[in-house]
């Protein structure tokens, strides 16, 4: 079982938010809005900001597991400095110190680690309302991904394509983006993927598509793309592990977790695709046949 050291801001925040009083609410809720960027000044600024008193700030700090306040503001700012690592301080924090045993043990502990502790935070509610958005064939889906998240955003899409139809998949190349804002509506679904190393025109387009009344979905890290401030739904999954990169295991079993959820919700009508894909796929002799 995860500690609470091991836990971010946002996840204690998360985690208690049902035993704060209304105030502490509201101070929880504005260092969200803008996570963790709104948490990194001055006391008197963050309570200002949240329309709170400063003892409220600290009462918070210490429902949260926290001595006080500097010692949570000390966690944002290591959690900031967390979030932007590139893969080479990455590689060296993890083998400095790091103990004799072979690697795919190491992997393995650590992805098992990373799935233990999103799944406790993982509300059932939300994933819910998401499969509720994809499965609505009314709203046309826009699947978005960045340099390294593309592949997911791709997996993503090329499986939903088989449930149903009004999807699009937004192109790599950001300055082609605006085409695709032409075409989104209000109701519209924009399902993005932005962790570590957060992409700034990801973040443009994000905050675009929502001024048009498009619903964003999220999927994360840990720390929290800036991206959440937009999103109506985010999913926020553990990356780190004994590499130069970040591991995409937990983010792939919640991708594939709301792909099998939307299949079953639309069954009879993507089996009815399904059908007829593969009719497409016998015409084309796309896959080998042994008979």
Do not use: C
């Not at 409220?56 to 000390?74: C, D, H, I, N, W």
């Not at 966690?75 to 004799?100: F, Q, Y």
Request: proline share 3%.
């Amino acid at each position: 079982m995860s500690q609470p050291q091991d836990l971010t801001v946002a996840e204690r925040i998360r985690q208690k938010f049902d035993t704060l009083t209304r105030a502490e609410r509201q101070l929880a809720n504005a260092i969200l809005e803008n996570y963790p960027v709104s948490g990194l000044g001055g006391i008197t600024a963050l309570a200002e900001s949240s329309d709170v008193s400063p003892p409220t700030v600290v009462r918070m700090s210490k429902k949260l597991g926290y001595k006080g306040f500097p010692e949570l503001q000390a966690m944002l700012r290591a959690e900031v400095e967390a979030s932007i690592l590139n893969p080479i301080s990455k590689h060296n924090r993890w083998t400095e110190g790091a103990p004799d045993t072979h690697l795919l043990n190491l992997f393995a502990d650590a992805v098992m680690d990373n799935m233990r502790q999103t799944l406790r935070h993982l509300d059932l509610n939300e994933f819910n309302a998401v499969v509720n958005l994809l499965s609505d064939k009314n709203r046309t889906i826009h699947v978005l991904g960045g340099r390294l998240t593309r592949s997911l955003a791709d997996y993503f899409f090329t499986h939903m394509q088989v449930i149903r139809d009004h999807l699009t998949l937004v192109a790599a190349n950001s300055n082609t983006w605006p085409h695709y804002v032409l075409n989104m509506k209000a109701g519209d679904v924009l399902v993005v993927f932005d962790i570590r190393r957060y992409e700034r025109e990801i973040l443009n387009l994000a905050e675009i598509a929502t001024s048009k009344g498009v619903t964003v979905i999220l999927f994360t890290d840990q720390w929290g793309s800036p991206v959440s401030k937009y999103a109506t739904h985010s999913f926020h999954s553990r990356i780190e592990a004994p590499s130069a990169w970040d591991s995409s295991v937990v983010t792939m079993f919640i991708v594939e977790t709301v792909i099998a959820a939307v299949q079953t919700e639309n069954w009879d009508e993507t089996r009815e695709r399904m059908n007829t894909l593969e009719s497409l796929f016998d015409k084309s002799k796309l896959f080998k046949k042994f008979t």
